[in-house]
């Protein structure tokens, strides 16, 4: 059977080397009150000049890669205090800095994450390659993310790419590497294994 065309961001998977068990701390961040771009729970998001995040831009300097976003709290301008797994968009959100968490890429252990790819989907001989994301606004309805990994991009090693692909599904779900399970299926919308390509030492922003 077919893989679905079923995109849900950047969903952790662990900690990369075999290091000790993850616990998904977070980061607190600041999204500027009036973005109008929306930002989903699992995309990856970039960190401006300006000290806000907003999300991933495909092309984007990799040292711009500050991490997967979680989900956010804020004052509404109505008063109320609201907690969103999504940032909805600058509008009726009051004029006070939203506070959004962040799973971090840098300056902690590499996190390995769950993606699914685009209508092409990626191989075995791509294991090690660098790939950005196609990034789409997610749903409304349940705040996920429909970033995908873009497999057009792949560029071997091509550094400034914010994507490593450490692996294919099927090679961590139990199946001993057969297509058996979600996103498992060679081709179109595969699920990928990916860690974030940036860590400490990279270029400031």
């Not at 079923?6 to 990369?16: D, E, I, K, N, V």
């Not at 606004?137 to 970033?147: E, H, I, M």
Request: include cysteine; glycine fraction near 14%.
């Amino acid at each position: 059977m077919a893989n679905t065309n079923a995109p849900f961001g950047l969903r952790q998977l662990g900690l990369s080397g075999g290091a000790a068990a993850p616990t998904f701390a977070q980061i607190p961040c600041k999204i500027a009150y009036n973005l109008t771009q929306k930002i989903f729970q699992g995309d990856p998001v970039m960190m401006l000049s300006t000290g806000y995040i907003d999300q991933w831009d495909a092309g984007t300097a990799v040292s711009q890669m500050w991490g997967v976003f979680v989900g956010c709290q804020f004052m509404g301008s109505d008063g109320s205090f609201k907690r969103y797994n999504y940032w909805p968009g600058g509008g009726n959100q009051g004029t006070t800095d939203i506070t959004a968490f962040v799973q971090p890429a840098i300056l902690s252990p590499a996190p390995l994450y769950v993606i699914q790819t685009d209508s092409t989907g990626v191989v075995h001989a791509d294991i090690g390659a660098n790939f950005d994301f196609e990034v789409a606004d997610g749903s409304t309805y349940t705040g996920l993310s429909a970033v995908v990994l873009n497999s057009s991009t792949s560029g071997a090693t091509t550094a400034t790419l914010p994507a490593r692909l450490v692996g294919l599904w099927s090679n961590y779900n139990g199946s001993g590497g057969t297509n058996v399970g979600p996103g498992t299926e060679a081709g179109a919308y595969n699920w990928a294994v990916i860690a974030l390509n940036s860590g400490a030492g990279t270029t400031g922003i």
